[in-house]
């Protein structure tokens, strides 16, 4: 077990490095409202699918969030450039919906 780095979620991804042994560029993904339920739920089920994320406060988010709890102006999610399509493409799923059994 690696114990060498102290984190809140022991199963968040690595952040792909490049050819040049640097991190990757980070992209935007997209802008959402800052909340548990928006930002916060699609990071995790972007970890899930192994691709990692992170959240960045424009203007002065940051503020908002220490001081209201969340920003007013929103969240913008930020994941690997190779990854982004991928991540879209996660975004934009339609969920599968399985008929119901019938109950005799």
């Given at each position: ?34 909340s ?40 913008s ?9 991928d ?18």
């Open positions: 077990m690696d114990n060498s780095r102290w984190a809140f979620a022991p199963d968040t991804p690595d952040w792909p490095i490049d050819a040049q042994g640097e991190k990757e560029k980070a992209v935007l993904l997209t802008s959402t409202f800052d548990t339920a928006d930002a916060d739920m699609l990071i995790s089920l972007l970890a899930a699918y192994r691709i990692p994320c992170f959240k960045y406060y424009d203007l002065d988010g940051g503020a908002g969030k220490g001081i209201n709890g969340f920003s007013g102006y929103g969240a999610l930020y994941v690997p450039a190779s990854l982004l399509e991540a879209k493409e996660i975004l934009e799923a339609q969920p599968v919906e399985e008929p119901e059994a019938s109950q005799e």
